[in-house]
């Protein structure tokens, strides 16, 4: 029997786990379910006629193109099954040809056919093809109110303490199409995206990105219209609705010297960075925790994520923080923030505002970077937890890393594995993406000797603007050939395993001897290794369950 024969066999027969597979088997490449289009631009038009009930109606422009050898014959939108369609219909703007299409739904899928006119033009001119097409659809309905938000997909309606109206959205975990008609393909975002809100003109409604105009469509309304200019995940987008108030200041760049010499990145220019609160809370806040907070707390923060990763991303779009009737969300450029300005983020050893820095944190981690598939969603949670770690690191020392550290693992589940088929369909089934996310990333970190931060940042600048979405395939190939096979391997082994590896450590002599097992074939002999190199260049520490994520058992 040959080699390959007889490591098949033993995989089928339990004797080698499956995830000791190489390294490309973990992810296929990326295939849109439904859409063989390239998505390019969204247009949403918001109106709301009741507040308090949640009622509004809308237009979405969804712009896309497709390409040469796949026309578009049909398309798949989503859109929550509690709204009505009122039209819907198909644009060609080069031939000035607008057509209704034919469309069928279920549950929260619209399942759309080309017009008989639209698919005898692919048929007669073969350049038609690769002409941007617009699906202009007309919607109305009730928001769906969320029970327990962020956590659960849906609007949060209430009122401010003068009894005025207040409403924000969240649906990380429903999509987009919990109010417009989403693409709803996280591989495949707009690259341009404009929305306006038509408000009672006591109100003022916020969402993503920079404020293009303000108008007065009738005596009573006025219409606020935004514009998002990089690539946005369809659950990002979003509005907050109520009395604001916004105030404006510009951060400056870091100095050169104060950027980390490994980042490759030219220096940003200056950051437009927006507080907007309820006119409220700005009245019943005292004045030198706000000051503290807009002036002090928000520019440390995305000074010290900056030294870290990278400059801030969205610099065109600017960054806000929307106070919002739940704890917070990572809105692409308007984070959603309601932590009442608390210092809740490793009280007793190193105070942070908990919301503040990991939302800001998705900036870089989520929004600039982001996976392409459910599946890679713990690349957001996980860097984003990590992110906090690292922080802690920088603010308040190694001792204050190691003791954040042990609270994370405290809250780790072991239940299923990051990479687990059930993720699917559900990424947050737990909460292991953000806590033993982070702790792979320290384990990581620690074999390294800190190189990974600088592989990350540069990964994320490999790719950002143009390809923002990853698979966790391509993140694997890239640790491989910027930091190690052995690197990779150990990412892999850890993602795939759903419990704690168990490393097995002796010393005899100068000679360190380390066995690792449950993280596969390739996963124990790659952290091993590691360990073994990292030994010989410094002596382990004696704790060192305090340093990487497993059972240690010492001889």
């Not at 578009?72 to 000035?96: F, G, K, N, R």
């Not at 699906?135 to 109110?145: A, D, E, N």
Request: glycine content about 4%.
């Amino acid at each position: 029997m040959t080699s390959l024969a007889t490591f098949i066999t033993r995989v089928r027969l339990g004797l080698i786990p499956a995830f000791a597979l190489p390294i490309l088997s973990i992810a296929q490449p990326v295939r849109p379910p439904y859409n063989p289009c390239t998505l390019r631009q969204y247009h949403l038009t918001v109106a709301f006629t009741d507040l308090l009930k949640g009622a509004i109606h809308g237009t979405a422009q969804i712009t896309f193109q497709c390409p040469s050898r796949r026309p578009a014959q049909s398309l798949t939108l989503w859109l929550h099954p509690t709204y009505q369609i009122d039209t819907l219909y198909v644009t060609a703007p080069q031939v000035l040809l607008s057509t209704p299409a034919t469309f069928r739904r279920k549950h929260n899928q619209i399942h759309i056919q080309m017009s008989t006119s639209l698919r005898r033009l692919f048929r007669q001119s073969p350049s038609f093809f690769t002409q941007p097409l617009t699906i202009t659809v007309q919607w109305h309905g009730t928001l769906p109110r969320s029970e327990r938000p962020p956590w659960q997909p849906g609007a949060t309606i209430t009122q401010d303490p003068s009894g005025a109206p207040w409403l924000a959205i969240a649906v990380q975990s429903g999509g987009g199409n919990y109010w417009y008609p989403s693409w709803e393909q996280l591989a495949d975002p707009p690259e341009t995206t404009y929305i306006t809100f038509i408000v009672p003109d006591s109100l003022m409604a916020i969402s993503n990105g920079q404020l293009l105009q303000t108008t007065q469509p009738t005596p009573h309304t006025r219409a606020y219209t935004w514009r998002v200019s990089y690539p946005i995940h369809h659950y990002n987008i979003t509005f907050y609705v109520g009395k604001y108030v916004c105030q404006d200041s510009v951060l400056p760049p870091l100095p050169p010297h104060n950027t980390s010499p490994t980042h490759h990145y030219q220096q940003r220019p200056p950051l437009q960075v927006t507080l907007c609160l309820l006119q409220s809370t700005w009245k019943s806040t005292p004045d030198s925790i706000l000051q503290t907070f807009f002036h002090k707390d928000i520019p440390h923060t995305l000074y010290a994520l900056e030294r870290l990763w990278g400059p801030y991303p969205f610099v065109r779009d600017g960054f806000k923080l929307v106070e919002a009737p739940y704890w917070g969300m990572e809105h692409q450029s308007a984070i959603a923030y309601g932590n009442h300005f608390q210092k809740n983020g490793a009280p007793s050893t190193c105070p942070f505002d908990f919301i503040l820095l990991h939302e800001s944190a998705h900036e870089w981690w989520g929004n600039a970077l982001g996976g392409a598939t459910p599946r890679d969603l713990w690349l957001h949670e996980s860097l984003a937890t990590y992110s906090e770690v690292a922080y802690v690191s920088q603010q308040c020392g190694d001792s204050a890393r190691l003791r954040y550290l042990q609270a994370l693992k405290r809250r780790i589940h072991n239940e299923y594995s990051l990479y687990s088929p059930k993720r699917k369909k559900n990424p947050f089934i737990d909460t292991d993406i953000y806590f033993k996310g982070a702790w792979i990333w320290q384990t990581l970190w620690f074999v390294s000797q800190g190189r990974i931060d600088t592989i990350l940042s540069e990964l994320l600048y490999a790719h950002f603007p143009e390809n923002p979405r990853i698979t966790t395939r391509q993140l694997l190939q890239f640790i491989h050939q910027n930091l190690g096979k052995e690197y990779s391997s150990v990412l892999r082994g850890y993602l795939r395993a759903r419990s704690l590896p168990h490393i097995h450590v002796s010393r005899k002599r100068e000679a360190w001897r380390i066995r690792v097992r449950r993280l596969g074939w390739l996963g124990n002999r790659a952290l091993a290794t590691l360990l073994e190199q990292r030994a010989r260049s410094s002596p382990l520490p004696p704790a060192l369950d305090q340093y990487i994520l497993g059972v240690i058992h010492e001889h």
